[in-house]
């Protein structure tokens, strides 16, 4: 029996249904066997929303460090620091925060669909980053390999029959194996545990794509990158995803706006924790933000 048939069994779940709605059986399939996906740009957004994304995250790079960054030539790097960071790549962090166009992105129905299917439902926005990588050594020969998900025993072990947490990526440039592409150990989502220094290596393939597709990975995946070797710039929008019983990358509950759960369906308020009732003040629930959100 193929996937299209097991699904038609499942109509009334919400997640089977956008499955079958954006045709993304083979994605799915795809993140089954070997941990990820690539979704084309024509089946994730236009492309003038692509130049506008791109466009505001080269223009907070340069309000962040100083420095005007173009896509095409190497260039300064400002004084901008901020962790993890390498000679050559540093982290844009909380991007949400930046206006209603990340908002957007957040909202995508196909990065929803994915997630929704890896996280069962249960999923909140950990942080919305943009890695900005240029020439040079990257995380060296290592390739930089690890798993997103933090290990849930002493003996590191990973879960297995679900995902604690997912990444996507939506590739603002080209990404090739010159380029700086992201690597990944096929299938390695299996093994349920991080992977030892050096272990990976010779199986890690580049995932090549175009600008504006979205690789979207299961949180167990071993993954790094490779070193780019070409001018000018990588850039990503990345968008992490974890368990609500986990706590998130970047504290979202406390600083989303009243306006912009207003101006966003409902989902968007549960993926960034604001019906989350704990975290309270002297007031009780809530009243520290607020914001008062009902569940619709």
Known sequence: MNLRKKLSGLVEDTSYKNIRLYNLEENINELETYGFTIIPPEKIANK??????????????????GEQFYLKRNGKHGHYKAQPQTDSQFLLYYLLMEGPLFE??????????????????????SSMTSFVKWQGDGYGETLGLHSDTPPNTAEGL????????????????????????????PGSHRFARQPKFGEGIKRAIPVEAKAGSLIAWHGNVWHGAFPKET???????????????????EAYQW????????????????LVAADDPMGWDEHGPNYARGIEYKNK
């Open 48 to 65: 003038d929303f692509l130049k506008k994304i791109r466009a505001k995250i080269l223009q907070l790079c340069k309000e962040r460090t």
């Open 231 to 249: 001018e000018g710039l990588r850039l990503n929008l990345t968008t992490y995803f974890c368990h609500k019983k986990l706590k998130t990358q």
């Open 255 to 270: 600083c989303v706006t009243e306006e912009m759960i207003k101006r966003n369906p409902p989902g968007f308020a549960k």
């Open 158 to 185: 990973l879960p297995t029959a679900w995902s604690d947490v997912c990444n996507a990526t939506y590739c603002l440039t080209d990404y090739t194996l010159d380029n700086g592409a992201l690597a990944i150990v």
């Open 104 to 125: 957007e992105w957040l909202m995508n129905p196909i990065l929803n669909s994915l997630v929704d299917y890896l996280m069962k439902g249960n999923q909140q926005l």
